[in-house]
């Protein structure tokens, strides 16, 4: 989240930063984080290290009604999805925000190009079979795809199938 505050303040650009995370050592079954890591005052250091106004966090699953009400409330304009790499967990955050990004809007899904034609270096990987499998039977053929970076699937929502 911080990388998008640090590039909106270097263009001059005004932006509002929304997160939505546990902020806990919550894995599944690709992935374990550090137990010992305070994660909402790691995400709050950040923003503080690199001067940038105080982003608005949810602290919730995905799948928590508040984290969807949260999303429903607005329309975005860019939306970066890195959460669960549960197929059904991305899914539902993949539907859920597409309906709310404006179109014209960026989405990006992060640890998804397993499969595809990215060739990670040896220091990367190509992301994860639920991330990967959404960007291919859904992204892929209901939005605009505009790249890869490395695992992240970058897409537009275009008039039309929005």
Known sequence: MSLWGIISKHLAYSVEIHGISPFSPLGDSVSTYLK???YLEDVLETFRFWQLEKPTLIQALSTEQKAKDHI???SWDLIYIDGSHEYEIVLADYQLCREYLKVGGILVLD???LGS???PPRFAFAGHPGPSRVA???AE???KFLGMIGHNNVFQKVKGNS
């Open 117 to 119: 034609s990215y060739n």
């Open 72 to 74: 429903k409330e607005n």
């Open 136 to 138: 291919r039977d859904y």
């Open 36 to 38: 010992n890591l305070d």
């Open 141 to 143: 053929k209901e939005m």
């Open 111 to 113: 640890d998804a190009s």
